[in-house]
């Protein structure tokens, strides 16, 4: 089945940069754009949905979330939000619940948190693991977010269990963790930050990926000014996450590499950290994606729109470039070629907005704008 949605007000393909046209449709073909343009040249289709003026844009594509997990940390927020220093020390707290927790409760709550995101738009998921720390938990978790999320990411490098030393669990990581893991996934990552990885574990974890087949993102700079950043572009990692705290130099490695800064905008408002410059790299020249980082403890929020509305106040965005970096800055950090945009031949991820224009993200934080979703070409 073909579908036409018509009479679109403002259709932003990202074909190329944001792509935007007026009095514009889109055809839908079984999953994928079968064609895009104005709405007085539009092909006929076996069904059709008029937009009434509505706008429409590729689905959200999330690259950076943690959802398999059990339990929460609402106390852990309160505390934080009373003068508490975020330090990520918490981790270990959902660790506990979520060893202690069925598959099925796994499954269960990686569903509700997916079709949470889907209803706001979010048409593509990357799922890291990361709650499980021993080789048994994190096949588990890898497995489990496998047969759900769009893309998956072996995290064991999240940070060094209670009582384990730290050289002998990187190790461990590096080589039977990742062995029974690496099947079900396709990146790897960890968290390069002092209190969990330093530079020369999180290489170790990262080439002993790359042998295995998996392609390497990491957890940079996101409490201090640290070598994450520079030690990614190294690497040729996807994407470098959270880039909090950046030097000249950082900058400067971002914008002369393939490598995708992915902005989590949600944590610092979670955290009361500083917002990162997004304006700094853009200037310069790099590739910035958004994300939301949803997890029980730094930021547990599944809104991409919320991240486009913080990321335009208090970093230095514009609407147009938060959106850009919400969906095909995304599919960059994730190096897809088929999500993020509608053009011809995209996955048929389509979110359209009850707002006559993408600028409503941001204009109007906080309020219900999405009229439909489409993921792979069947309405959500």
């Not at 853009?282 to 910035?288: I, M, N, P, R, S």
Request: proline share 4%; net charge negative.
């Amino acid at each position: 089945m073909s579908t036409l949605i018509r009479n679109i007000g403002e259709l932003v393909t990202n074909d190329p940069e944001l792509g935007t046209l007026t009095g514009a449709a889109l055809v839908i073909d079984g999953d994928a754009v079968a064609w895009a343009g104005p709405s007085a040249r539009a092909p006929a289709a076996d069904d059709a949905f008029d937009a009434a003026g509505r706008a429409v844009l590729p689905g959200f594509v999330d690259s950076h979330a943690h959802l398999v997990f059990a339990g929460e940390r609402a106390e852990e927020f309160a505390a934080r939000m009373s003068g508490l220093r975020y330090d990520g020390g918490g981790i270990r707290n959902t660790v506990a619940t979520t060893r202690a927790a069925s598959d099925d409760e796994l499954r269960a709550n990686l569903r509700r948190l997916i079709g949470e995101m889907a209803r706001q738009g979010t048409t593509t998921v990357e799922c890291k693991s990361g709650y499980g720390l021993t080789v048994e938990q994190e096949e588990r978790h890898v497995r489990i977010a496998a047969e759900q999320a769009d893309e998956v990411t072996f995290l064991g490098a999240h940070v060094v269990p209670a009582g384990a030393d730290a050289g002998d669990y990187t190790r461990l990581v590096a080589t039977d963790m990742l062995a029974a893991c690496a099947p079900h996934a396709r990146w790897i990552d960890a968290f390069c930050e002092k209190g969990a990885f330093d530079a020369d574990q999180a290489r170790e974890v990262l080439e002993a990926g790359v042998r295995a087949g998996l392609t390497p993102r990491l957890h940079a700079n996101q409490l201090s000014a640290g070598p994450g950043v520079r030690l990614a572009v190294e690497l040729d990692a996807a994407s470098a996450d959270h880039c909090t705290f950046l030097t000249g130099a950082d900058v400067d490695a971002l914008a002369n590499s393939s490598t995708v800064a992915t902005l989590l905008p949600g944590v610092e408002f979670s955290t009361r950290q500083p917002y990162p410059d997004a304006r700094r790299l853009l200037d310069a020249g790099a590739t910035v994606a958004l994300a939301t980082d949803c997890n029980p403890g730094s930021c547990y929020s599944s809104s991409m729109a919320f991240c486009v509305a913080v990321a335009v106040r208090d970093m230095g965005m514009t609407p147009a470039e938060a959106v850009w970096s919400a969906t095909a800055g995304g599919a960059r950090a994730l190096r897809r070629t088929d999500v993020g945009h509608l053009g011809a031949g995209a996955r048929a991820d389509v979110l359209m907005l009850d707002a006559p224009s993408h600028i409503h993200l941001a204009y109007r934080p906080g309020v219900p704008q999405v009229a439909a979703v489409w993921k792979r070409g069947h309405r959500v």
